[in-house]
């Protein structure tokens, strides 16, 4: 087949905001939406599920048109971002809910409710009303009925977000050995990049509901292409111009590796930014005067904002900012080392 | 003993309305409830292997279910008026008047306003219930005061004579005009008065067989059984004037 | 304050009762109950009831949930005509009954002549009567919950295949149990205590279509007192029947 | 499925209603509606049924709050209790009226050798009694809808220093508003088409205490055509009335 | 004053658990509720506030007994899980409700209520019903509802979980601004370490309705107690048996820095571990052979979980697993580097 599994074009119109945004996908392929609050994310999938109706565009899946099918006949599963689990079934019933309605017998589909909730760790709770499972519960419980329902489109509206970190690490990964079995094509919501990452095969990053940037998730990671992407994967971006190895982001010269010309980015993580009470000496390169702005923990290290001629982050040790005894408002040197710096075309 | 036998036939599904002369179904006005339920027994037994069936109710309801094709053998109504729309409709032959009601003034049992004639009636002070001028009752009422020359101001006009006689044993009103046979049903919680005009206001009953009576037999035997000297004896005991 | 309304609503609700029970005969009471004429027009009020509300349930469910969710031209019309039956005098409710069904009546004329079979002044004419009174209680009830009742749920279970009738039957249904319950409770009430309409069409015949209601009415006639001893028996049997099942439905729902 | 039950809901409700206008008295109708007494009638009846539900509202929301939310002994029984004047025959209900509120009741005695003041006869006769026959219907609705709704919103008021009048007031009687809306279109219909309560304890008088089903019922005694014509005036006007004001007020709830 | 700020001990029984956790907090103090999926946290967080009664126990807060107060008496404000806007109110009205609760008048509260929106970046949306704001701007406004009634005691479950990446960022530190500037105590719920470790003063964490482990972030990120720890601060954790500089676990023998006798636990990061295809020469210390149970991307690297005689996740390159050749199912030799390795008592 030359076409793609499923390819869509989504338009939504609403009193103050427009979504537009189009994307295909191959069968077994996970697409993660990807952007801010308020993109728009949590609208496309609905205008993918047809809870919100399109004014504009199609969607084709598997070479059915499905824009033109009532919610209930489009073979798609949904994980909303509050769940909405049934209140009045238990977990069992609630998985077996999909099941039933595609015609499997009542103890057929609790057995197949069975199974799910098994894998994902609640069997335990099979018996439970929604109103008695905690919030990380209740979402397994809801991947769990989507799943059971056998979709050939699967809508997953932030999927993880209640997770424990350990629940999330374990469903994270069987989520992607079902999703790598899945035959049919997922479409992702989420905010967590680093699920973004791990889950899918192409990620479509919205933005006030347009497609802002799109790509393999190391291809994205390594050029983004606004800074929302860019703090998103734990970048410094700018957007400068480049004559040979350097690069002019309003008063300051980077030196880089790539050889390019016209407009470019460049970006450079916050481990790379080294920062210094007074010039250095040396080069004038890669070289900038900054404010702080704020200090903050960040995981082992300390994570400095800088203001001034370059918004920049710098991720330094304790130790170092003990040495150097950063406090807000002050004044510093910031630097880039060459090497860690990234340059591609605007 | 009789009255568990007679409940017993009445309790007895008795299977569609229609069915063989073994069945009569007599419409009768509400204020006929003891009485004809009476005279039904009496009749029951004068014809073995028949069964009686009542239905009471406002004179009104019963003539429009009628009109509308009710099963009915007789009608019995307490006014002259509602038996008119059933035999308009041609569905009854000329009706005979069995029965009279007279009027009577009632007050409660202590006799609060001290009432003991029509012109007591008059005092502002007095609050009087009366029909309303729909109602046979309220027809004769009007009658009666304008006979007597007076004009009473009422606080209400009822719907139906229990209701009314229901204000003057609550001691809600105290005195209205009322039939001499509710005051004798409400036994001694009211007090009759008699008075001169009600004779000029009296209420007659009518009773007819009905042209498209399921058992034409039996409803002319039981008009015939009310209208006898026997029919009479129940009625007035229960203080109606004979025709 | 909202301690104090209550109560006095409490109040207002329950005072007539006591003194219905002061007024009563306790003497006659065991006599006056024990005929069996009185049992035959109870359990006749509770069965007629109790169908014409499952009648009720089986169409005012769905009419509600058509008013609620499916818009269609002429929606607000027909939602204010569903409360004619409110506000019609149950004894014209009546009258336009027997009109309709009746024996001559629009659609009762075409019965009796295809079928020989004819509502009223049958038992079956009973449940008519106070299904056509009491429905639009549950209607208008269900109507409530429904709109009250987060859509989202049922979003939730189109995605997952089911069809409208199955989202209906398997989600909104339960979800609304509290709202469904209160309908039937107030329909059930209501066809319990239907009088005129009842009369007017259904004729009073014992055993067949005299309810408690019309035998109150016909006691009235004859002696108050026992119309007050029939009234109490109606009132202790409705409330036990509602205070045991309605905590049940509650609780369950 | 839905549909069908929902269709054939719709014309077992609304076909009586065509049986009344097939036999209206189309050619004397203008004459007939123009008798000041009409309108006389119709203004008491909308008035008083208004009144009625104002004062419904303002006892029968608390009195379903206090059913729903506040545990206390007995509720079962209350809650049961609260549906009588529902079962009660209207013509006995206004008979516990007067044996409470008349001259010689209970309360109403000492009403009227304190205050020389008697509630029978009177247009606020008319309002108690419509008010009692109507507020189960309001309670019952909107208990429904507090059991429906959810809990959580409340305790969130309360988390943020929201008294429990407060919650009441702000949060639960918004979120219940197409339950109370429902209640309060139950509770006004059901006093618009009372009868048996009314002219039991208020009597019948022109201007004062006779409300359309009063009028419509006297009327049917001598013309049945001219009840019909009632009815059907009271029904336009409510109807009018209610596709008006609930579409409004369900849109904004 | 020598007494805490508050003082908490929770005792809330259930038909198939138990909470029973005690923890003090300093004005001014963040504690953070860490927590698996069903521990027991927001039970915590609604007996604090009054909306589950207690079984057993006591809550001071400022020398007020809190738990003999109704909820709407206790000085307190509160982020629930799923905001729980009100639905009818505007997004301005829902922020207004506290304070009009405090006695402000319409207009005083409704300036109150701005001011916090726009301290929350959400002054455009002021005017929107709860149904129409995306999830994550929901969350703000249920944030700054419970920060405008101006609490003594701040319970907030799971705050941040809806925001992207960097709203999240930005609130988590304006989050953490109001926090220092706040003079009443905090009780954070939050599965996400970075969340804990950034905002918090103090963690408590809790499995299975007990803490198990508590401290200041840097000591129990240092030093997890549990399995469940460990992994939520990224590292591998063992319990063994010290013999001076040698801790034995099950068969494998540690190389430690540290000098210990008895029942120790041992810890290392993932990066820490690396894998060999044969066995590596040298001394056999810290050295084991496991099998590949599954292998997934993680940020950069690439993580490898183990299993074995130690269950263990090893952080490699993508090019390392290029060069062994990895695969799910293969037997490995793994290693740890002594230095890298922390052990502590038991
Ligand atoms: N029912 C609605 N009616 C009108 N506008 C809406 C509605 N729901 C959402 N919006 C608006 O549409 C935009 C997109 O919302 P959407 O829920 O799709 O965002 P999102 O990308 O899912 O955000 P989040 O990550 O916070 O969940 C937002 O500006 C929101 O305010
Ligand atoms: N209303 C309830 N009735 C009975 N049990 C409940 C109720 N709510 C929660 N539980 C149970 O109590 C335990 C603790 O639940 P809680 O919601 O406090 O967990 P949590 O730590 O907040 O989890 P999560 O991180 O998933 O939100 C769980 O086992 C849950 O199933
Ligand atoms: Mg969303
Ligand atoms: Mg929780």
């Known amino acids: 087949m030359s076409d793609p599994h499923l390819r869509a074009r989504l338009v939504v119109e609403r009193p103050r905001f427009r979504l537009d945004v189009e994307f295909a996908a191959e069968a077994g392929q996970v697409i993660a939406l990807l952007g801010p609050n308020g993109a728009g994310k949590t609208t496309a999938l609905r205008a993918l599920a047809g809870l919100t109706p399109l004014s504009a565009g199609d969607i084709t899946l598997n070479g059915l048109a499905l824009h033109t099918l009532p919610v209930e006949r489009r073979p798609i599963g949904m994980v909303f971002q509050d769940y909405l689990l049934f209140p009045h079934l238990s977990a069992l019933d609630n998985v077996a809910f999909g099941p039933r309605c595609h015609g499997a017998s009542k103890q057929e589909a609790r057995r197949t409710a069975a199974a799910w909730l098994e894998r994902v760790g609640l069997a335990e709770q099979a018996a439970s009303r929604p109103g008695r499972l905690s919030g990380g519960q209740a979402q397994r419980v809801a991947l769990a009925r989507a799943l059971a329902a056998e979709p050939d489109l699967l809508l997953l509206d932030e999927p993880l977000a209640a997770l424990d970190a350990h629940t999330r690490l374990e469903i994270r990964s069987r989520l992607r050995r079902h999703l790598g079995e899945f035959g049919g094509a997922t479409v992702l919501v989420t905010h967590d990049p680093l699920d973004a990452m791990v889950l899918a095969d192409h990620l479509v990053v919205v933005e006030n509901g347009a497609v802002v940037q799109e790509g393999g998730p190391a291809e994205v990671a390594r050029r983004p292409r606004t800074d929302y992407v860019a703090r998103l994967v734990g970048l410094n971006l700018y957007r400068g111009e480049a004559d040979e190895h350097h690069v002019t982001v309003g008063d300051v010269v980077f030196s880089v590796t790539e050889r390019l010309r016209g407009p470019v980015f460049i970006a450079f993580p916050p481990s790379a930014v080294a920062l210094f009470r007074s010039r250095p000496d040396g080069t004038p390169r890669n070289l900038w005067q900054a404010t702080i702005e704020g200090i903050e923990r960040h995981g082992d290290n300390v994570r400095v904002h800088l203001a001034g001629p370059l918004a920049a982050a710098a991720d330094i040790t304790p130790a170092a900012v003990a040495d150097l005894d950063l406090t807000a408002g002050q004044a510093i040197w910031a630097a880039v080392k060459a090497t860690e710096t990234h340059a591609y075309p605007a | 003993g009789s009255g568990d036998s007679g409940a017993a036939a009445t309790a007895a599904p008795s299977s569609s309305a229609p069915a063989a002369p073994t069945s009569l179904t007599v419409f009768a006005a509400a204020s006929l409830t003891e009485t004809f339920t009476e005279l039904g027994k009496t009749f029951e037994a004068a014809n073995p292997g028949v069964k009686v069936t009542f239905n009471f109710g406002s004179s009104a309801t019963l003539a429009q279910q009628i009109t509308q094709g009710a099963p009915a053998d007789v009608f019995a109504a307490a006014s002259p008026a509602t038996m008119k729309t059933v035999t308009d409709a041609s569905l009854a032959g000329a009706p005979t008047t069995f029965v009279r009601n007279k009027l009577e003034i009632a007050v409660p049992a202590d006799n609060p306003a001290k009432v003991d004639d029509l012109k007591d009636l008059t005092d502002p002070k007095v609050k009087v219930a009366l029909c309303a001028e729909q109602v046979p009752c309220g027809a004769a009422a009007t009658k009666a005061l304008d006979a007597a020359g007076l004009k009473v101001t009422p606080v209400t006009l009822e719907q139906d004579v229990k209701a009314t006689l229901t204000k003057v044993e609550l001691g809600e009103v105290d005195a209205a005009l009322v039939y001499k046979t509710d005051v004798l049903s409400a036994g001694g919680k009211v007090t009759g008065i008699d008075f001169p005009e009600a004779d000029k206001a009296i209420n007659d009953y009518p009773i007819a067989a009905l042209s498209k009576a399921p058992a034409p037999d039996l409803a002319k035997k039981f008009v015939d059984l009310v209208l006898s000297q026997q029919g009479k004896d129940v009625l007035v005991k229960a203080g109606f004037e004979a025709a | ?253």
């Open chain 3, 1 to 253: 304050m909202l301690f104090a309304l209550a109560l006095i609503g409490m109040a207002f609700l329950v005072l007539p009762l006591a003194g219905l029970l002061i007024r009563a005969p306790w003497s006659t009471l065991p006599q006056r109950l024990g005929q069996p004429q009185v049992l035959e027009a109870l359990r006749l009020s509770l069965v007629t009831a109790t169908v014409a509300t499952a009648a009720c349930l089986v169409l005012g469910v769905p009419l509600a949930w058509l008013l609620a969710r499916v818009p269609f031209p002429g929606r607000r019309l027909v939602r204010a005509l569903v409360t004619i039956p409110l506000v019609l005098p149950p004894v014209v409710g009546g009258v336009a009954l027997l009109l309709v069904l009746g024996r001559r009546g629009l659609v009762g004329q075409w019965l009796d002549t295809t079928f020989g079979f004819s509502l009223p002044f049958t038992t079956a004419g009973v449940v008519v009567a106070e299904a056509f009174v009491a429905m639009p209680f549950l209607v208008i009830s269900v109507e409530g919950a429904l709109r009250a009742a987060d859509l989202r749920y049922e979003e939730a279970a189109a995605t997952l295949g089911a069809s409208r009738w199955t989202v209906f039957r398997r989600v909104t249904m339960p979800l609304i149990a509290p709202g469904i319950v209160a309908g039937a409770v107030l329909c059930w009430a209501r066809a319990l205590g239907e009088f005129g309409a009842t009369i007017t069409f259904a004729g009073n015949f014992p055993g067949r279509t005299q309810t408690m209601p019309l035998a109150v009415y016909l006691a009235l006639e004859t002696e108050p007192d026992a119309a007050i001893v029939l009234s109490l028996l109606l009132l202790v049997v409705s409330v036990a029947i509602l205070a045991a099942l309605r905590d049940r439905w509650v609780t369950t729902a």
